[in-house]
């Protein structure tokens, strides 16, 4: 039976295998032994600048990167891909991806070239068998994605996953699909989550305090985050008109949901970057902090 380097210098070379190869890998990875428990991050990554400015929010990713267990690969669920279904990269070498405008070209000029786990993706997609999910070879790695990691792991040096969020899917739904995506933990992978619980782009605004519902909300979820009370958390319109400012628009509310969904009872969770950024963008972030 082909090795997973085999099959992945297949890829490399050859640009693609046979399906019938890498079902020949399948579950083998995520049926080795179980490692101890890897943490995970939710990152409130905020404007796309922190990923080149010396600033209070990339400092403190920057000494997570340096502190927490190295991972043998990082599977990112990022506000930046919304997709039809939900899909996982599967290409040995993602692009990174300019996702937004009117920014200097110093930005634009980021490379992030982490490889990525072409026999990886393909064991995720073998192992969740309750969801369909999909292998993509044409995403990349959104800024959600590298804006953060580069950060986290400057020598881009270790593989990159991402798994998109499925639009047609309930915030319930997402939950569940993290409860399974758990496992990964398991088996030396970093899950990191990567919006803003608060993301209200269009009450934005340079100088001066955050607005009463971006604060009420930011504590509302904090409290809920620490009672882990995610049913309350999934259906956040419910919550109140304070979340629906916070929360105009889903997708970088979504992620926070998947690593409260691939938490352990065996975590302590922290909270970190802890304030309102910019009026309306809550920069809070979580750390679950694995066990042995």
């Known amino acids: 039976m082909p090795t997973r380097r085999t099959i992945l210098t297949s890829i490399t070379t050859f640009g693609a295998v046979a399906m019938s190869d890498l079902s020949a890998l399948a579950s083998a990875f995520l049926n080795a032994p179980s490692t101890p428990l890897m943490p995970a991050l939710f990152i409130g990554h905020g404007n796309p600048m922190h990923a080149i400015t010396k600033n209070p929010f990339a400092s403190t990713w920057e000494r997570y990167g340096r502190n927490l267990p190295r991972p043998k690969a ?18 040995p070498a993602p692009r990174t991806i300019h996702d937004f405008g009117g920014f200097p070209q110093e930005l634009f000029d980021v490379k992030y070239p982490a490889p990525g786990d072409p026999s990886l993706a393909s064991n995720i997609v073998s192992k969740i068998t309750k969801y369909t ?27 990159v996953l991402q798994l ?42 340079w100088e001066g305090p955050a607005y009463d519902w971006a604060t009420e909300f930011d504590l509302t979820s904090k409290r809920l985050i620490e009672q882990r009370d995610i049913a309350k958390l999934a259906a956040y319109e419910t919550l109140g008109t304070a979340a629906r400012m916070a929360i105009p628009t889903r997708e970088h509310y ?34 679950l902090s694995g066990a042995s």
């Open 74 to 91: 990082v599977l990112c669920i990022s506000a930046h891909w919304e997709t039809t279904g939900t899909k996982i990269t599967a290409m």
């Open 133 to 159: 999910i999909e292998l993509d070879h044409t995403w990349g790695l959104d800024h959600g994605a590298w804006s953060v990691l580069r950060r986290m792991y400057p020598k881009a040096d270790i593989p």
């Open 164 to 205: 998109s969020l499925d639009m047609n899917m309930s915030p319930q739904q997402h939950v569940r699909l993290a409860n399974d995506v758990a496992i990964l933990r398991r088996r030396g992978i970093l899950i990191v989550g990567s919006g803003n619980i608060v993301h209200n782009l269009g009450r934005m605004r």
């Open 254 to 287: 979504l992620p926070m949901l998947y690593i409260m969904g691939v938490a352990d009872s065996k975590d302590d969770l922290t909270f970190f970057n802890e304030s309102i950024d910019l009026g309306s963008v809550s920069m809070r972030s979580i750390l």
